[in-house]
C-alpha cells in the first residue's frame, strides 16, 4: 500500500468541493461579499455622472482581494470545528499535498466569484468596449489566482494556530498581497474599456506569474515546519 | 523529551511495545499520557531523545511509519459534513488502500455502520461516529494501534468491538491504549504503565494481576 | 558557560557601539562640513546620506532576520529566534526613520509629507505593514509554535520585500513619470565617499542595536533561570 500523492490530492480537493456543495456556506457569502463592494465602491467613490472605467482594475482587485481574505479564513474551517486535523495529520501525506490541496480550493472559491464579478465590473463600470477583451481579464485573473491560493494556503495554515485569528489573518496576508494587487489591477486596466496595451498586460501578467512562483518556492521551503509540531 | 515552558510533559519515558503486545498507559490528567501518545502518532516531535515506531525511526522517517499507525482519540477525526462511505473513501485515499470499496464495504460491515452508509456522520449518534472513527482506524490494517481515551465515545457495540480488535493484537500487531480507567486497562492489555507528571511511575504485567487489588495500588501512587 | 557567553557578547556589542558612535560622528561630520552642496537642492539633499543608507540598513536587518529564520527551521536553535526577533525590531525601527526622513525631504522639496509616486517612501510603507504583522503574528501564537512560525513569516515576509519594490515601480512608472530620482548611481565622487561612510556608520548602528538587544535577552533568560532555580 503505497500512498500516491496525486490520489491524495485529488481526494483531499473531491472532500472540500464536497463539504461545499453540502453547505455552500462559503462561496455564496463570497459572492454577495464581492457585490456588496462594488457597489459600496460606487457610492463611495463616484456620483452617478462619474466615469470609473479607468480605476476598474483597482475596483476589481481590491474586491477580490477582500473577497480573497474570506475564502481563506474559510479554507480549514471543516477541519477546525469538526476536529479532523489530526486525523489528516496522522495520515501519510507529504504536507506538501495539504497545501496545494488548499491552494487549490482556494482558487476555486475565486474563480467561483470572478465568474458573476468579471462580467459585473463590465456591467457597472466600463465605458466602452469590454467584452471583446474578457478573455484576457479571466486569464490574468486566473494567474494571480494561483498566486492567492499558495499564498493564501500557507497564511492559513499559520492563522489555524493562533488567538484572533480572523483578525490576525487579513493582517497577515493582506500586506504580502499589494504587490499582487498591483500588477493584477495593471494588468485589467490595460486591457478594460478602450484601453488594449497587450505589451503592458503581458509584463503584468509574467509578474504575476513571478509571485507565485516565488510563493511556492517559499512554501516548499517552509510549509514542512509548519505542522511540525 | 516533550517541554511546554519550563515544565516537562513527558521526561525520562523510556518504553517500548513488541510485536503482538498491548501496552495500557494510565495516570490522571496531565499526566503526559495524550503527550506520549501524540509523540508516537508522529504528531509531536520530541526535543530529545529516541523514537521508533513501527521499524521506522521518528521524527526522519515520520512519513512512513505514518502508514503503519492507526490513531484513535475520543474525537472520531472524520468530516461531519460528509457522509459514511466519503469520509472512508477519503482515508482510503489518502493511505493508498487496494480496492478501496470492496475494503470500506468490510469495515462498515464490521463496526455495523453499513446502512447508514450513506448518511451524513452529523446525523449519527455520537457512538455511531466514534464506531466510523473504528473503522477508520482499521481502513489501512495498521500494525500499531495508538488509541487515547477510545472507549469515552462508544457505545456498548463499540466498546465490545474494540476489545475484540484489542484482543487480535496477540497477532501480529502492537497497541498502546491511553486510558484513565484502571480496571479496564488491566483487563484488556498485557502490561500496564502509570504515568505521572511526565514520568513512568510504575510498569507491571497483567498476567496474574487483580484488577480491585491494581486500582488500590494505583490510587496510592498517583495521590 | 552562558555566563560568559553572555559576557564576550557584552564586549561584542560596547565594542561595535564604539564604532558605530565614531563612524557616525564622522559621517555627520564629513557630510555637513566636507561634501559639496547640491547644486540643485542646496543644504536639504544632505538629508539623502542618511536617508537612503538607513533605508538599505532595514533592508539588511530583514535579509538578516530571513538567513535566520532559515538557520532557526534547519537546527530548532532558539538562539536563531531570538536574532531573527531582534533583527526585525531594529529594521522596523530603520523603515520607519527611512519614512520619516523621506518625508521631510520630500516636504522640503515639493511641500507636500506624502508622496505615492515616491517609490521608496511607498515601497518602505508597504514593507513596515508587512513587518509590523510580524509581532501581530508572533504574540498569538502559543509558546511552542512561536519560534518556528516566526520563522517562517521571517521567510516569507523578506521574499515579499524584492516583490512590493517591484511591483510599486512598476506601478509608478506607468502612471507618472519617475520624478523622484535625482540620487542613484551617477553621485560624484565627492559626495559617493561621504555617502558610503554614513552607510557603513548605519550598519556599525546596526549591528551594535543587535548584540545590545542580544545581550538584554540573554541577561533576561539567564536571570528567569537564576529566579527558577532559587524557588525550587
Given at each position: 500500500?503505497?500512498?500516491?500523492?496525486?490520489?491524495?490530492?485529488r481526494?483531499l480537493?473531491?472532500?472540500?468541493?464536497?463539504l461545499e456543495?453540502?453547505?455552500?456556506?462559503?462561496?455564496i457569502?463570497?459572492?454577495?461579499?464581492a457585490?456588496?463592494?462594488?457597489?459600496?465602491?460606487?457610492f463611495g467613490f463616484?456620483?452617478?455622472?462619474?466615469?470609473?472605467?479607468?480605476?476598474?482594475?483597482?475596483?476589481?482587485?481590491?474586491?477580490?482581494?477582500?473577497?480573497?481574505?474570506?475564502?481563506?479564513g474559510?479554507?480549514?474551517?471543516?477541519?477546525?470545528?469538526?476536529?479532523?486535523?489530526?486525523g489528516l495529520?496522522?495520515?501519510?501525506?507529504?504536507?506538501?499535498?495539504l497545501?496545494v490541496?488548499?491552494?487549490?480550493?482556494?482558487?476555486?472559491?475565486?474563480?467561483?466569484?470572478e465568474?458573476?464579478?468579471?462580467p459585473?465590473?463590465?456591467?457597472?463600470f466600463?465605458?466602452?468596449?469590454?467584452w471583446?477583451?474578457?478573455?484576457?481579464?479571466f486569464?490574468?485573473?486566473l494567474?494571480?489566482?494561483?498566486?492567492?491560493?499558495i499564498?493564501?494556503?500557507?497564511?492559513?495554515?499559520l492563522?489555524?494556530?493562533t488567538?484572533?485569528?480572523e483578525?490576525?489573518?487579513?493582517?497577515?496576508?493582506?500586506?504580502?498581497l499589494?504587490?499582487?494587487?498591483?500588477a493584477?489591477?495593471?494588468?485589467t486596466?490595460?486591457?478594460?474599456?478602450?484601453?488594449?496595451?497587450?505589451?503592458?498586460?503581458?509584463?503584468?501578467?509574467?509578474?504575476?506569474?513571478?509571485?507565485?512562483v516565488?510563493?511556492?518556492?517559499?512554501?516548499?521551503?517552509t510549509?514542512?515546519?509548519?505542522?511540525?509540531? | 523529551?516533550?517541554?511546554y515552558?519550563?515544565?516537562?510533559?513527558?521526561?525520562?519515558?523510556?518504553?517500548?511495545?513488541?510485536?503482538?503486545?498491548?501496552?495500557a498507559?494510565?495516570?490522571?490528567n496531565?499526566?503526559?499520557?495524550?503527550?506520549?501518545?501524540?509523540?508516537?502518532?508522529?504528531?509531536?516531535?520530541p526535543?530529545?531523545?529516541?523514537?521508533?515506531?513501527?521499524?521506522?525511526?521518528?521524527?526522519?522517517?515520520?512519513?512512513?511509519?505514518?502508514?503503519?499507525?492507526g490513531?484513535l482519540?475520543?474525537?472520531?477525526?472524520?468530516?461531519l459534513?460528509?457522509?459514511?462511505?466519503?469520509?472512508?473513501?477519503?482515508?482510503?485515499d489518502l493511505y493508498?488502500?487496494?480496492?478501496?470499496?470492496?475494503?470500506?464495504?468490510?469495515?462498515?460491515?464490521?463496526?455495523?455502520?453499513?446502512?447508514?452508509?450513506?448518511?451524513?456522520v452529523?446525523?449519527?449518534s455520537?457512538?455511531?461516529?466514534?464506531?466510523?472513527?473504528?473503522?477508520?482506524l482499521?481502513?489501512?490494517r495498521?500494525?500499531?494501534?495508538l488509541l487515547?481515551?477510545?472507549?469515552?465515545?462508544?457505545?456498548?457495540q463499540?466498546a465490545?468491538?474494540?476489545d475484540?480488535?484489542?484482543?487480535?493484537v496477540?497477532?501480529?500487531?502492537?497497541?498502546v491504549?491511553?486510558?484513565h480507567?484502571?480496571?479496564?486497562?488491566?483487563?484488556?492489555?498485557?502490561r500496564?504503565?502509570v504515568?505521572r507528571?511526565?514520568?513512568?511511575?510504575?510498569?507491571?504485567?497483567?498476567?496474574g494481576?487483580?484488577?480491585a487489588e491494581?486500582?488500590?495500588?494505583?490510587?496510592?501512587?498517583v495521590a | 558557560?552562558?555566563?560568559?557567553?553572555v559576557?564576550?557578547?557584552?564586549?561584542g556589542?560596547?565594542?561595535?557601539?564604539?564604532v558605530a558612535?565614531?563612524?557616525?560622528?564622522?559621517?555627520?561630520c564629513?557630510?555637513?562640513?566636507?561634501?559639496?552642496?547640491d547644486?540643485?537642492?542646496?543644504?536639504?539633499?544632505?538629508i539623502?546620506?542618511?536617508?537612503?543608507p538607513i533605508?538599505?540598513?532595514?533592508?539588511?536587518?530583514f535579509?538578516?532576520?530571513?538567513?535566520?529564520?532559515?538557520?532557526?527551521?534547519?537546527?530548532?536553535?532558539?538562539?536563531?529566534?531570538e536574532?531573527?526577533t531582534?533583527?526585525?525590531?531594529?529594521?522596523?525601527?530603520?523603515?520607519?526613520?527611512t519614512?520619516v526622513?523621506?518625508?521631510?525631504w520630500?516636504r522640503a522639496?515639493?511641500?507636500?509629507?506624502w508622496?505615492?509616486?515616491?517609490?521608496?517612501?511607498?515601497?518602505?510603507?508597504?514593507i513596515?505593514?508587512?513587518?509590523?504583522?510580524?509581532?501581530?503574528?508572533?504574540?498569538?501564537?502559543?509558546?511552542?509554535?512561536?519560534a518556528?512560525?516566526?520563522?517562517?513569516?521571517?521567510?516569507?515576509?523578506?521574499?515579499?520585500?524584492?516583490?512590493?519594490f517591484?511591483?510599486?515601480?512598476?506601478?509608478?512608472?506607468?502612471?507618472?513619470?519617475v520624478?523622484?530620482?535625482?540620487?542613484?548611481a551617477?553621485?560624484?565622487?565627492?559626495?559617493?565617499?561621504?555617502?558610503i561612510?554614513?552607510?557603513?556608520?548605519m550598519?556599525?548602528?546596526?549591528i551594535?542595536?543587535?548584540?545590545?538587544?542580544?545581550?538584554?535577552?540573554?541577561?533576561?533568560?539567564?536571570?528567569?533561570?537564576?529566579?527558577?532555580?532559587?524557588?525550587?
Amino acid at each position: 500500500m503505497k500512498p500516491r500523492p496525486l490520489r491524495q490530492l485529488r481526494a483531499l480537493v473531491l472532500k472540500d468541493l464536497r463539504l461545499e456543495l453540502r453547505t455552500r456556506d462559503t462561496v455564496i457569502a463570497m459572492i454577495l461579499f464581492a457585490v456588496l463592494a462594488m457597489v459600496l465602491f460606487q457610492f463611495g467613490f463616484g456620483t452617478r455622472q462619474s466615469d470609473l472605467t479607468k480605476f476598474a482594475g483597482g475596483l476589481l482587485w481590491v474586491t477580490l482581494a477582500f473577497t480573497a481574505v474570506l475564502g481563506v479564513g474559510r479554507s480549514y474551517v471543516a477541519e477546525r470545528e469538526q476536529r479532523v486535523l489530526d486525523g489528516l495529520l496522522v495520515a501519510p501525506v507529504p504536507r506538501m499535498v495539504l497545501l496545494v490541496a488548499k491552494a487549490i480550493a482556494i482558487v476555486g472559491y475565486l474563480i467561483a466569484v470572478e465568474i458573476l464579478v468579471v462580467p459585473l465590473l463590465g456591467v457597472f463600470f466600463i465605458n466602452g468596449p469590454f467584452w471583446s477583451d474578457i478573455g484576457w481579464l479571466f486569464l490574468s485573473c486566473l494567474i494571480a489566482d494561483v498566486g492567492i491560493g499558495i499564498l493564501g494556503a500557507l497564511i492559513a495554515s499559520l492563522a489555524l494556530f493562533t488567538r484572533a485569528r480572523e483578525l490576525l489573518l487579513p493582517v497577515l496576508f493582506l500586506p504580502l498581497l499589494v504587490p499582487l494587487v498591483i500588477a493584477a489591477a495593471g494588468a485589467t486596466n490595460a486591457v478594460a474599456g478602450s484601453a488594449h496595451d497587450l505589451v503592458q498586460y503581458r509584463n503584468y501578467c509574467l509578474f504575476l506569474v513571478g509571485y507565485a512562483v516565488l510563493f511556492g518556492l517559499v512554501a516548499y521551503a517552509t510549509f514542512e515546519a509548519v505542522f511540525d509540531d | 523529551m516533550k517541554g511546554y515552558g519550563e515544565r516537562r510533559a513527558v521526561d525520562r519515558v523510556d518504553l517500548s511495545v513488541g510485536e503482538g503486545e498491548a501496552l495500557a498507559v494510565v495516570g490522571p490528567n496531565g499526566a503526559g499520557k495524550s503527550t506520549l501518545l501524540r509523540m508516537l502518532a508522529t504528531l509531536l516531535r520530541p526535543e530529545a531523545g529516541e523514537l521508533e515506531v513501527a521499524g521506522c525511526r521518528l521524527p526522519d522517517e515520520a512519513g512512513r511509519a505514518r502508514g503503519l499507525i492507526g490513531y484513535l482519540t475520543h474525537d472520531p477525526l472524520v468530516y461531519l459534513d460528509l457522509t459514511a462511505w466519503q469520509n472512508l473513501e477519503l482515508f482510503a485515499d489518502l493511505y493508498g488502500v487496494r480496492e478501496p470499496s470492496a475494503r470500506i464495504e468490510d469495515v462498515l460491515d464490521d463496526v455495523g455502520l453499513l446502512s447508514r452508509a450513506f448518511e451524513p456522520v452529523r446525523a449519527f449518534s455520537h457512538g455511531m461516529a466514534q464506531r466510523l472513527g473504528l473503522a477508520r482506524l482499521m481502513l489501512h490494517r495498521p500494525v500499531v494501534l495508538l488509541l487515547d481515551e477510545p472507549h469515552s465515545g462508544l457505545d456498548a457495540q463499540g466498546a465490545a468491538l474494540l476489545d475484540r480488535l484489542l484482543g487480535e493484537v496477540r497477532g501480529t500487531r502492537a497497541a498502546v491504549l491511553v486510558t484513565h480507567d484502571v480496571e479496564r486497562a488491566v483487563a484488556v492489555a498485557d502490561r500496564v504503565m502509570v504515568m505521572r507528571l511526565g514520568r513512568v511511575v510504575e510498569s507491571v504485567e497483567t498476567a496474574g494481576l487483580d484488577p480491585a487489588e491494581f486500582r488500590a495500588t494505583y490510587e496510592a501512587l498517583v495521590a | 558557560m552562558t555566563d560568559l557567553a553572555v559576557r564576550l557578547r557584552g564586549k561584542g556589542s560596547a565594542l561595535w557601539a564604539l564604532v558605530a558612535a565614531v563612524l557616525s560622528v564622522v559621517a555627520i561630520c564629513g557630510v555637513f562640513l566636507v561634501a559639496p552642496e547640491d547644486a540643485d537642492q542646496g543644504i536639504i539633499q544632505k538629508i539623502f546620506y542618511f536617508h537612503v543608507p538607513i533605508a538599505n540598513t532595514s533592508l539588511v536587518a530583514f535579509g538578516v532576520a530571513c538567513v535566520a529564520g532559515i538557520l532557526a527551521l534547519r537546527t530548532r536553535s532558539p538562539r536563531w529566534d531570538e536574532v531573527l526577533t531582534a533583527s526585525i525590531g531594529i529594521g522596523l525601527l530603520f523603515a520607519g526613520l527611512t519614512i520619516v526622513s523621506g518625508s521631510i525631504w520630500a516636504r522640503a522639496s515639493w511641500g507636500h509629507w506624502w508622496r505615492w509616486d515616491d517609490t521608496r517612501l511607498t515601497t518602505y510603507l508597504i514593507i513596515i505593514l508587512i513587518y509590523a504583522a510580524f509581532f501581530v503574528l508572533r504574540s498569538s501564537v502559543e509558546a511552542d509554535r512561536r519560534a518556528r512560525f516566526s520563522a517562517i513569516y521571517a521567510v516569507i515576509a523578506f521574499a515579499s520585500v524584492p516583490l512590493s519594490f517591484y511591483a510599486v515601480r512598476i506601478a509608478t512608472s506607468f502612471i507618472h513619470p519617475v520624478v523622484f530620482n535625482s540620487h542613484g548611481a551617477n553621485l560624484p565622487d565627492s559626495m559617493l565617499v561621504w555617502f558610503i561612510v554614513s552607510q557603513a556608520a548605519m550598519l556599525a548602528v546596526f549591528i551594535a542595536f543587535l548584540l545590545l538587544e542580544l545581550t538584554q535577552r540573554r541577561t533576561e533568560s539567564s536571570l528567569r533561570r537564576l529566579r527558577l532555580a532559587l524557588d525550587a
